[in-house]
């Protein structure tokens, strides 16, 4: 997968955040994401990215539930006009 230059990671985050619901589902499948990145990044020695993107993504799976509850349905999607 390519990286769009228009977008920083920061910027594709908060657009997914604003699309995706966040259930258990989402959040579980966020940790793994989030861990075969940290391994990947551990494979190539980067130990200080590994450290500092793990500790970003426990706090982002300890965040307070932003929906009122886990499996409320998703939020219409910023981009179309539904």
């Known amino acids: ?3 769009n230059p228009h977008l920083s990671d920061t910027d594709v985050f908060e657009s997914l955040a604003k699309i995706i ?3 258990h589902e ?3 499948i966020g940790l793994i994401e ?3 990145i940290v391994a990947e ?3 190539r020695d980067d130990i200080e990215f590994a450290k ?3 500790s970003w993504a426990i706090a982002e799976a ?3 539930w932003s929906s009122p509850m886990p499996d409320a349905p998703a939020p219409q999607c910023p981009m ?3």
């Open 34 to 36: 989030a861990c075969k």
């Open 62 to 64: 300890e965040k307070p």
């Open 26 to 28: 989402t959040r579980l």
């Open 21 to 23: 619901p966040d259930t």
């Open 52 to 54: 500092k993107f793990l």
């Open 1 to 3: 997968m390519s990286k």
């Open 41 to 43: 990044q551990l494979e």
């Open 80 to 82: 179309t006009n539904d």
